[in-house]
């Protein structure tokens, strides 16, 4: 392939991207984006076998590409950016536990003033929790 011939291909991928990029579905345009408030096992969070809930406030951003999930519990110290993308009422994202730790999948599927998160680790059982929406658009 000649020189022009990949500039060419870069600028029409250049002009087709925010064609893909539009695909992605926007929180705020049905009204998911804001704060949510629910309780979560700590367990799964952290690798441990403590099944005691603690409270948690999930933010859902409105370009529907991050949820940051707070948990009240010394095991969970730190806010987690929860990094995906909304297809519908269906927000997919991964969650990476530190350098050495696995994965964590989720999946909030948004109705109404709640959300639904189903959580799931390497070989273990997938989880769901709830929460109620308490502000936001």
């Known amino acids: 392939m000649t020189f022009w011939q990949k ?4 600028a029409v991928a250049a002009l087709l991207f925010p064609f893909f990029a539009s695909a992605q579905e926007q929180a705020s345009k049905y009204h998911y984006d804001g ?9 799964l969070l952290v690798n441990g076998n403590d099944k ?10 409105p370009d529907g590409r991050l949820l940051v999930l707070t948990v009240e519990s010394p095991q969970a110290r730190n806010p987690m950016n929860v990094k995906g993308e909304l297809r519908k009422n269906v927000f997919s994202g991964n969650w ?4 050495f730790g ?7 599927v948004f109705h109404g003033g709640s959300a ?11 989880e769901k929790w709830y929460f109620s929406k308490v502000s936001g658009t």
């Open 7 to 10: 500039l060419n291909l870069l």
């Open 35 to 43: 704060i949510y408030k629910g309780t979560v096992p700590v367990h």
């Open 52 to 61: 005691h809930r603690a409270k948690a406030q999930a933010v859902f951003y």
């Open 96 to 99: 990476k536990r530190g350098f």
């Open 102 to 108: 696995e994965d964590l999948s989720f999946q909030a």
């Open 116 to 126: 639904t998160v189903s959580v799931t680790g390497k070989n273990k059982k997938p």
